[in-house]
């Protein structure tokens, strides 16, 4: 099978360890979407560790054989440091990545998952994460072509208030603050409804469920 050099943008959603002290990286592309590469140790070095970090944005160079893809050198920035949020932080922006993985096949390009991921990053320092993170969750949702603010699909299990957070959180455009006020009744009940759904709709099992409750 022939290879091919490959140049691109992506998210680092998560690494975990490699073979002889490298790296496994899956990522968010813009060109391919969803993709796991491997980042050999001495590329490591070269280019810092740094970077392997949950949701750096980095613009890469790898070798592409069939399914298997090799990093041969990145540079970028970090949108926003995760490892120094307090836990409950950290475990809403896992439930954000462990769906993304779930959610979008690896290869497939989607500018609106890619966009949405790289919006919900830099907004990552300076939002709170809880309904920064939710709001993202219920995007991406939509952008599978899964709504969870479909008034089909919450008619008779939700609260006429609960669907109008998940329609104004589907529909909000980054430019603005989020200006609707949110009660911790309605979004309790909005998170306990897309727990569900994620699960009987798009027929994920997340290990992250209960995260926003």
Not at 17 to 38: A, C, D, N, P, Y
Not at 41 to 46: Q, T
Not at 52 to 73: D, K, M, N
Not at 162 to 177: C, H, I, K, Q, V
């Amino acid at each position: 099978m022939r290879k091919e050099i490959k140049s691109g943008e992506a998210i680092v959603l998560h690494s975990r360890e490699g073979r002889e002290g490298g790296k496994i990286l899956s990522l968010f592309t813009m060109q391919q979407g969803r993709m796991v590469m491997s980042l050999p140790r001495a590329v490591m070095i070269r280019c810092g560790s740094g970077l392997t970090a949950p949701f750096s944005l980095i613009r890469y160079t790898s070798t592409v054989e069939g399914e298997y893809a090799l990093l041969g050198q990145y540079e970028g920035r970090l949108l926003f440091d995760m490892m120094k949020l307090p836990y409950e932080d950290m475990a809403y922006w896992f439930y954000v990545i462990e769906l993304s993985e779930k959610l979008f096949p690896q290869g497939e390009k989607d500018d609106g998952a890619y966009d949405t991921l790289l919006r919900a990053g830099m907004a990552g320092g300076r939002r709170n994460s809880l309904p920064l993170c939710f709001m993202t969750v219920v995007k991406l949702l939509a952008l599978a072509g899964f709504d969870a603010a479909s008034p089909e699909e919450g008619e008779g299990k939700l609260s006429h208030e609960a669907l109008l957070l998940l329609t104004a959180f589907r529909d909000y455009r980054w430019e603005n603050p989020f200006s609707r006020a949110i009660s911790r009744k309605t979004f309790h009940e909005a998170a306990a409804y897309v727990d569900g759904f994620v699960e009987k709709v798009c027929d994920i099992k997340m290990n992250t469920k209960g995260a926003f409750l």
